[in-house]
């Protein structure tokens, strides 16, 4: 079946360290890849987004994610965590030709500490 | 500017009654969709308008659940005899015709 995959629901890290949330994606051919965070109360937030080309993608607030073709992955990073971070952070992805559909993620939770 | 907004952010309806819930799009922004968000899940689609045409129903639930958007700007999506399996944060984006879709704060309805 067609999903998109967030294997871990919680992470906690210490701020300062390193990030990576996983993602994978199980469809027939390379969908549209994209990363949101929603913090409480608020709504989602683009972080960054793949369609094609360099498979390294910059975001905002310093997050990048990776592209990986023959793991079905596209993982986000950050190098160094900050308190302002926390919140739950969203896989999604759009099928190619596949009209408008947005599918999401299970999400995973972030919590840092300080 | 203005984002997406939505209104009311919290309802709270008994088991059977009808509500609705607004979604003011950003101005200008051709596509429309409705997103639910069960606790602890990630947003699943309902429903998409292109303008005041309804392209994409297919995420509907049941025939309980109704959008509409008929001047190609507000959106209202109405859900009839509402039960508690209903209870959810219910989302708004629009977008530009290729543009990134912007989210609105979402409504959060209790069915109790």
């Known amino acids: 079946a067609q999903s998109v995959t967030q294997p871990d629901i919680h992470i906690t890290v210490s701020e300062g360290a390193s990030l990576e949330l996983r993602c994978n994606y199980s469809y027939g051919a390379t969908p549209y890849l994209f990363w949101y965070v929603q913090s409480p109360g608020q709504g989602l937030q683009l ?10 993608v910059q975001g905002i607030k310093g997050f990048e994610a990776e592209f990986k073709r023959s793991q079905s992955s596209f993982n986000l990073r950050k190098p160094s ?18 009209g408008n559909k947005l599918t ?3 999400g995973t939770q972030l919590k840092v500490e300080l | 500017g203005a984002g997406v907004s939505q209104s009311p952010r919290y309802k709270v309806a008994k088991r ?23 606790l602890g899940q990630g947003p699943e689609f309902l429903t998409y308008f292109q303008n005041e045409a309804q392209l994409d129903k297919s995420g509907l639930p049941s025939d309980r659940f109704f959008a509409e958007r008929p001047e190609g700007s507000v959106s209202t999506l109405k859900i009839q005899r509402t039960q508690q399996e209903d209870s959810a944060v219910y ?22």
């Open chain 2, 91 to 112: 989302l708004c984006a629009s977008s530009a015709s290729s543009g990134d879709r912007d989210f609105g704060p979402g409504t959060r309805l209790t069915v109790l």
């Open chain 1, 81 to 98: 965590v900050h308190w302002s971070d926390a919140a739950e952070y969203f896989c999604a992805v759009v099928l190619t030709g596949g």
């Open chain 2, 16 to 38: 059977g009654q009808d509500v609705a819930l607004r979604c003011d799009p950003i101005s200008g922004h051709v596509s429309l969709f409705w997103y639910q968000q069960a």
């Open chain 1, 47 to 56: 972080l960054l987004k793949y369609f094609s080309g360099d498979t390294l």
């Open chain 1, 104 to 106: 999401f993620g299970t």
